[in-house]
């Protein structure tokens, strides 16, 4: 039986992340001449190998013109053509407006917006030369216009590929081209990258999806020339074209219900480090003050040790010494902690009740 994309020439940028080494595995089985590109070399070298088929590698910055400008030259030059380009890369910014620094915005629009026009401006031309070819991005949840809440950077840009994918697919039909450039929405899968956000997906009652069947949703995709395909059934399809209609209405049915829970997880997050790093001051306080009472033993059985009175002499000033460092440090982490946790008790509004007359302050 023929594979599909027999000795077809595909490109993956970002190939070594979740979805992008599903997506160069699938290709691989369906007999494609694979071109692996990203910035990880060694992990670049490690999938080739992984694969198991005669898999080119490119190191590549996908905001970088000149570097998109080698992958080009040594496609050209290895393969004469280029058939199909995925660009599984992403960044994926989920946070309040609040937090997010100007490098979060500038890297974020770099990768999901500049980062996909740079890589279509690349391999365009050749495309258009060979009246054949498919260049594929893939985007954010449904046609990106749901506007999440906390996803301000991430959705702007998403939408904005969207609109740049429908937009160039017009311009080529009215130039006669066969050219075909795709947007294409993946499921919440379950890659490395998206598995801290699980719960909030099965919170809302969405399936994790596997990256194979991600990847098999991918190349069936490329095999129709589907300009847009969108995982997830006809029931998310329908919701975006909802959010577009009526927004107040996909806001009741879903959106504010995300927000909420994505606003309990990132809230929950940002307070797991500091409770992590102060149990951990915790444990280093205890340990060292268990360590002195080790040392302080130590120093009672030197008397009974057999070995030289000098020896002995020699110890015993070492023993003491390390045995009150240790102590006394670690008192002091473990004071701090203690401080810290029940400080309230040692307020003294806490006993003469002051908090009931500033709470009633507060209320008027």
Known sequence: MPRRFQDKVVVIAGSTGGLGSAFAHAFAIEGAKL?????DTEALNALAAELGVNARTVS??????????????????????VDIVVN??????????????????????DVN???AFLLTQTFLPLMREQNDGVIVHIGGFADGRLAFPYYSADVATRAGLFSFVESLNRELRMGGSQVVIAYFSPSAADTKAEQPFHPIWQEMGL????????????LNTIEKRKQVHIMGGISTA?????NSIWPRLADLLLLNRYGSILKRFLAAESKTAPIQKSAQARWVGIGLIALSFLLYGGLLALPFLPIATQDKLTLSPILIILGETSFWVGG??????VIARYKQYLDPCYWLCCQSSNAGATQQ
């Open 60 to 81: 590549m910055d996908l905001t970088d013109p000149a570097s998109l400008s080698t992958l080009r030259d040594f496609v050209g030059e290895a393969f004469g053509r």
């Open 113 to 115: 917006l500049m980062g």
């Open 35 to 39: 071109v692996l590109a990203g910035r």
């Open 238 to 242: 329908l919701f975006a074209k909802l």
């Open 207 to 218: 399936t994790i999806t596997p990256k194979e069947k991600v990847a098999a949703a991918l």
């Open 88 to 109: 599984a890369t992403g960044v994926d910014v989920r946070k309040p407006f609040d937090n997010h620094s100007l490098s979060d915005f500038r890297r974020t629009l």
């Open 332 to 337: 002091f982490i473990v004071g701090k902690e």
